[in-house]
């Protein structure tokens, strides 16, 4: 069974940092696209990251570009989040997910609704 685990969320200042990672058990074989959403009350999930597992091209939200760095350990099975420079608009419930995927291209498109892994999310609050 597929699961998805992330940790190392937590409340930081303005211009701090955090690493999420997620461990990503029992997904195998290097053509998966993973990645990571974030979600406040009262708003929709949105996409800040993607990495495609075979190439390790990535995709990132406008608004985390050259902040946000989205890497993986292939051998420990775990997707990293690194967040520098956070800033309150950041703070957010943070998920990774995960589908299989042919190409980077397939991967950039995939829409929310076809990630069917899904961890259980870790809060980020980031204070001005």
């Known amino acids: 069974q597929v699961q998805l685990v992330e940790s190392g969320g937590g409340s930081v200042q303005a211009g701090g940092s955090l690493r999420l990672s997620c461990t990503t058990s029992?997904?195998?074989?290097?053509?998966?696209?993973f990645g990571w959403f974030r979600q406040t009350p009262g708003k929709d999930r949105e996409g800040v990251a993607r990495l495609f597992s075979a190439t390790g091209s990535t995709l990132y939200a406008d608004s985390v570009k050259g902040r946000f760095t989205i890497s993986q350990d292939v051998d420990k099975e775990i997707l990293y989040l690194e967040m520098n420079n956070l800033k309150p608009e950041d703070s957010a419930m943070y998920y990774c997910?995960?589908?299989?995927?042919?190409?980077?291209?397939?991967?950039?498109?995939?829409?929310?609704?076809?990630?069917?892994?899904w961890g259980q999310g870790t809060q980020v609050t980031v204070s001005s």
């Open positions: 029992r997904i195998s074989g290097p053509y998966v696209c």
């Open positions: 997910a995960a589908v299989a995927s042919s190409s980077f291209s397939t991967c950039q498109e995939e829409a929310l609704s076809g990630f069917p892994y």
